[in-house]
């Protein structure tokens, strides 16, 4: 009986760890996976097993992929003279929906925030001015989030490329200063990368 009561209790610790999943909604959900069909419930822990042992980081831009390059990357038909910027892998997912641009990215996984300890470093920042230094890039995006840290790094980036011969945009104000880009929608990135203005 206590053996049961443990291993309840440990599925409601783990839960209770994701983001937003507070003590109550982390019981809630393992009472749940105790009454759903047992499929049901095994087919989430190896959807989370899969995600950990199959997904990477693209070997070019750091987007997530399942192979050594992520499916932009080995897409013959992008246009390889531009560049877009983004923080996050879910960030990219948000731009390349919007379908009015069709460019490689970088992730930098993160953005430049001292205040949380977060320096360059950290970011994918060596790997994107080697990318640029050794590429045909015409132009470079800008699309980190609109927020002071997502400009900061904006700017950052923005100083270290003046050394190249590329034309630097940032995307247009469409997204109300401060959201963030994963939650806008499609028409308003749309308009975002369509009215992007030099930096
Ligand atoms: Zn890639």
Redesign the pocket.
């Known amino acids: 009986m206590s053996g049961h009561a443990g291993a309840v209790s440990d599925l409601v610790d783990q839960l209770s760890k994701l983001p937003g999943i507070g003590r109550k909604s982390a019981e809630r959900l393992a009472f749940h996976l105790l009454r759903v069909h047992e499929d049901e419930a095994l087919a989430l822990a190896s959807a989370i097993r899969r995600v950990r042992t199959d997904v990477r980081y ?1 070997s ?4 997530l ?1 399942e192979t050594e ?2 499916r ?2 080995s897409d013959p038909k992008r246009d390889t003279t531009r560049l877009c910027v983004v923080e996050q892998p879910r960030d990219l997912l948000s731009l390349d929906a919007s379908g009015v641009y069709s460019g490689l ?1 970088h992730v930098l996984l993160g953005r430049i925030a001292p205040l949380d300890g977060i320096t360059p470093d950290q970011l994918t920042i060596d790997s994107l001015v080697e990318r640029v230094r050794t590429g045909n890039f015409s132009e470079i995006i800008m699309a980190t989030n609109p927020t002071v840290e997502g400009d900061g790094t904006s700017l950052y980036l923005s100083n270290l490329m003046q050394e190249f011969p590329v034309e630097i945009t940032r995307l247009a104000r469409g997204i109300t200063s401060g959201s963030v880009l994963e939650y806008a929608n499609r028409e308003i990135i749309a308009d975002a990368l369509t009215g992007r203005q030099r930096l």
């Not at 070019?60 to 987007?63: A, F, P």
Request: aromatic share 18%; hydrophobic share 25%; glycine share 0%.
């Open positions: 693209c070019v831009c750091y987007n992929s390059l992520c932009i990357c990215y």
